[in-house]
C-alpha cells in the first residue's frame, strides 16, 4: 500500500495499545497533503495517566502538524478544518463517544452525522478508534451502552470509509481497500 496513496477517508481500529495511533501518523505523514496535517484530539486530561497518554502522541509529531481539540464537536472541527488539500488525523473515536455519554449528547445523532459529514469534507481524514467488542461483555449498563455505540459507530464508518485497517501488535490488516 502507498502511503502516497492516503485515501479520502479511512479508518484505522485496534486495541489498546495495538499501535494504531502511530500507524495513523505514519499515514497521515507519508501522504502527499500541501495543506498540512491536523491533529483533531477528542482526548481530555482529567488524570496523570492520560496526561502521560496526551504527551506520548504530541511527543512523535513534528512541525508539520497542527492541533484542533475537539472532544464534543467533531463535526463542527472536521467541517472548519477538513479542507483543501490538507490530510487529517482524528484520534480517537472512543473518547470521543466517552465524551458525549457523559456529557449527556444524543450519541447516535452524532455518529451518524459525522457520517452524513465525511464524504462532503475536502480533505483526505483518517479516523482512528478502540476496538471494544473483541472481549467480554460488560458488567455494568454504562459499559455495555459504550460498546454498544462503538461498534455500531465502527459498522457505520466502514461503510462510509474507502480504507479499514485493523492494527494488532502494529501490524496494518486491510479490512477494507475502495481505492
Not at 47 to 72: C, F, G, V, Y
Amino acid at each position: 500500500m502507498s502511503e502516497l496513496n492516503l485515501p479520502h477517508a479511512t479508518l484505522v481500529l485496534g486495541g489498546a495499545r495495538s499501535g494504531k495511533s502511530k500507524y495513523a501518523e505514519v499515514l497521515v505523514e507519508g501522504s502527499d497533503a500541501t495543506g498540512g496535517l491536523v491533529y483533531v484530539a477528542t482526548a481530555q486530561a482529567y488524570d496523570d495517566e492520560m496526561r502521560d497518554r496526551i504527551s506520548i502522541h504530541q511527543k512523535r509529531r513534528n512541525d508539520r502538524w497542527s492541533t484542533m481539540e475537539a472532544p464534543l464537536d467533531l463535526n463542527m472541527a472536521l467541517k472548519s478544518d477538513a479542507c483543501c488539500s490538507r490530510a487529517v488525523l482524528v484520534d480517537c473515536l472512543t473518547l470521543w463517544i466517552t465524551n458525549l455519554m457523559t456529557a449527556g449528547k444524543n450519541v447516535s445523532r452524532e455518529i451518524d452525522e459525522l457520517c452524513v459529514t465525511i464524504p462532503s469534507l475536502t480533505a483526505r481524514v483518517v479516523f482512528v478508534s478502540n476496538e471494544v467488542g473483541q472481549g467480554i461483555v460488560p458488567d455494568n449498563d454504562m459499559a455495555r451502552e459504550f460498546r454498544d455505540y462503538a461498534g455500531i459507530a465502527h459498522q457505520q464508518l466502514a461503510t462510509v470509509c474507502n480504507r479499514v485497517v485493523f492494527v494488532t501488535a502494529g501490524l496494518p490488516q486491510i479490512l477494507k481497500d475502495e481505492n
